[in-house]
């Protein structure tokens, strides 16, 4: 039986509740679907912080290497900046183990309703993926002359060669492993004319590698349009940091809910651990009241099963957590009166009504 060694990093708010919600689900697919997981739970946050004055130790990314993967939950909290938490937990995460493609699939499970009218499963069904390692998010810039009226600050976006071909070739590879075979590649290319003039050029060279492949351009401001009013032209999206992280909290509201949404930031290499978490946040204003829709935690979990090779416990749990949307056990934030509790409840009853095979 092959073991694979799981960190769960829950950190803030809402965190802990869908990473327990999902790990209790984990448990009685494993034990069905004959694989074991070995779970090192770190108590890693902003409660470390405040304790410490470091969110994760200094040895944490050392502590995280061997393992298959990484499961999180959500960081932030009211009484700390978020550019902390951010800056103290999850991009050191992503940065030190080269996570440079982060995925993001989207599309709407049955029996949950879009916010657009006349639009149910089958008319979106995306995947987006986000450049995750430079971009507007790499950490460069200034500021200068603090506090006077000359002061001025800077954020420089880094795009090189190699990041945006990488990602770019990770994100036709995904579009061409679907059955359209279709990938949009967003940029800003009319106002930004070096990085993203630059991200059209690479855009155009890759293609030629993917010939079976179709593929267009769509400018960010345009695709938001694009994703409201026409969502079955999309297929697979690929899109710098900033673009993407805007396009697919947009997607997920599109798709029913933000707690819904999954997320892989992905060394598509495997070098390193792949790191799967919802992409909500800790969502304080619902924190410790029982009701935060674990659903996205539960994706989270099968993308990530489907990243350690085990497509086919990935596909029943997701087919637990779809007969479980369709019958409309759902939490608030999706019009439904469920607790977290209730939802996991029913997806591990499924899961065992399933009869999976036992091998
Ligand atoms: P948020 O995602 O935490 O919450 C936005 C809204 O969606 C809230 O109304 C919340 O109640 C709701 N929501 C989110 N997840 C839900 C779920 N599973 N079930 C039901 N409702 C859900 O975003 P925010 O309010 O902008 O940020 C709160 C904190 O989380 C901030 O500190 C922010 O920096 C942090 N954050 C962290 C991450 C991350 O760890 N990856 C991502 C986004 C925000
Ligand atoms: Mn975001």
């Not at 420089?156 to 945006?164: D, E, M, Q, S, Y």
């Not at 539960?298 to 007969?323: C, D, I, K, N, P």
Request: charged content about 20%; aromatic content about 6%; hydrophobic content about 45%.
């Amino acid at each position: 039986m092959r073991t694979y060694r799981i960190a769960a990093i829950p950190a803030d708010g809402i965190g802990p509740e869908v990473i327990d919600a999902g790990l209790e689900v984990l448990d009685a697919l494993a034990a069905r679907a004959g694989f074991g997981l070995d779970v090192t739970r770190y108590d890693w946050g902003s409660d470390r912080y405040r304790r410490t004055g470091a969110l994760m130790p200094a040895d944490g990314l050392d502590q995280l290497r061997g393992m298959d993967a990484i499961y999180f939950g959500a960081v932030g909290a009211p009484d700390i900046p978020d550019h902390v938490t951010l800056w103290g937990l999850r991009l050191p995460i992503c940065q030190g183990f080269d996570q440079y493609a982060n995925v993001r699939p989207t599309r709407i499970l049955p029996g949950v309703t879009s916010p657009l009218r006349d639009v149910g499963p089958g008319d979106l069904d995306w995947v987006i993926v986000r450049e995750n390692s430079e971009g507007e998010y790499a950490g460069h810039g200034g500021r200068a002359h603090r506090g006077l009226p000359e002061e001025v600050a800077t954020e420089t976006a880094i795009f090189t060669r190699r990041g945006v071909e990488r990602i770019m070739r990770h994100a036709f590879a995904i579009a061409r492993a679907r059955p359209a075979k279709h990938l949009t590649v967003v940029t800003k290319s009319n106002a930004q004319r070096h990085g993203m003039v630059f991200w059209d050029e690479i855009a155009a060279l890759v293609a030629a590698d993917f010939p079976d492949v179709a593929w267009d351009k769509e400018l960010v401001d345009a695709m938001t349009t694009r994703m409201v009013r026409r969502p079955a032209s999309i297929d697979t999206v690929v899109a710098t940091n900033l673009h993407a992280d805007i396009l697919s909290d947009l997607a997920a509201a599109l798709a029913g809910s933000l707690g819904i949404a999954p997320t892989g930031n992905i060394d598509p290499e495997r070098r390193f651990p792949s790191m799967f978490e919802p992409i909500h946040g800790s969502a304080f204003d619902i924190t410790g009241r029982g009701i935060a829709n674990p659903v996205a935690s539960f994706w989270t979990a099968a993308m990530m099963l489907e990243h350690l090779g085990e497509a086919a416990a990935a596909a029943s749990l997701m087919a637990a957590v779809e007969q479980v949307c369709a019958a409309g056990i759902m939490t608030p934030d999706l019009g439904g009166t469920e607790t977290t509790a209730g939802v996991t409840r029913a997806v591990v009853d499924a899961l065992r009504g399933a009869n999976a095979p036992a091998r």
